[in-house]
């Protein structure tokens, strides 16, 4: 099974459960995911099947749309409400004024090290398991790029919000760090994510729907058309001598494509060949097959 599923994730599951549950209802092995999301968030998570898997690594730096909650008074060990409150509860005395001032200074291009409970690795160790371990935990700043964080409303110590953000940036960073600039401390209480690239929460499926889909023998029906897989390539028909050749791994002559670098390959309307790299003129070289 070859195509891309859009997954509405619960909380309380890791991403990786639901790639394993996936596994089991579709019966495809080969399942991987568009970024990960953290086991108390819910909303878009987009999954890879079969020979698609080989397109995640146009999904590394892709921006995703975020909205959540901002709990202010109490900073935690993980930045978010699953981890250990760190000092005493604090009283807020801030407006929602205030808060959008604020929020301006973590908008745009920024230096953020990522939280002590994360994947990012240490000499080969994901920092979490060193961090459970009590043992110092020292990763380097990189650079985010958040290019919208709106402060919607506020709520005594709860702020709601919505978010932009290029790949790689921690939300429960943002949410830590405004509370270090109030002095109140403060954690991330809630986060769903609707949107990750072109894939919405609207297409998104729970895991009951996926379930009850798969008894039926009909998965297929919940793929993403391949036609609107990264809709910023430009996409060409091949006619049958090329798509053949296209499938053998060979280079092929394809339609005027402009100055495109790269571009998707189709066979008819919905069969993605894979991607091709321009070589020179209107020849260009298979860079991922997905057909064959």
Request: positive net charge; glycine residues 10%; proline residues 5%.
């Amino acid at each position: 099974m070859n195509g891309v599923l859009i997954i509405d994730k619960p909380a309380g599951m890791t991403s990786h459960d639901v790639v394993y549950r996936v596994r089991k209802l579709t019966g495809e092995r080969s399942v991987g995911h568009l970024g990960t999301l953290d086991p108390m968030a819910t909303g878009v998570l987009p999954l890879v099947l079969g020979k698609m898997t080989r397109l995640a690594q146009f999904y590394l730096k892709s921006d995703k749309r975020y909205e959540g909650v901002i709990r202010l008074g109490q900073a935690t060990d993980t930045y978010d409400a699953e981890g250990e409150p760190v000092g005493e509860p604090q009283p807020v005395n801030v407006t929602v004024d205030r808060l959008r001032e604020l929020a301006k200074r973590f908008t745009g291009k920024i230096q953020q090290t990522p939280p002590p409970f994360s994947a990012k690795k240490v000499a080969g160790v994901p920092a979490y398991k060193l961090a459970r371990k009590k043992k110092d935990v020292e990763l380097a700043a990189v650079e985010v790029d958040v290019k919208e964080l709106e402060i919607v409303s506020q709520t005594g110590k709860d702020v709601t919000f919505r978010s932009l953000v290029s790949g790689g940036t921690y939300l429960r960073c943002i949410a830590h760090d405004l509370g270090q600039l109030l002095g109140v401390g403060a954690h991330l209480a809630g986060l769903r994510r609707t949107a990750v690239a072109e894939f919405t929460l609207e297409e998104a499926r729970t895991l009951e729907q996926l379930e009850e889909t798969a008894r039926a023998g009909r998965v297929e029906e919940l793929l993403v058309h391949p036609r609107r897989i990264l809709p910023a390539m430009p996409a060409v028909t091949a006619d049958p001598e090329s798509a053949a050749r296209m499938r053998n791994g060979m280079a092929v002559n394809l339609p005027e494509m402009s100055k495109a670098g790269l571009v998707k390959v189709f066979a008819g309307q919905s069969e993605l060949l894979g991607i091709a790299s321009r070589v020179a003129g209107t020849l260009f070289q298979p860079k991922i097959v997905l057909a064959g």
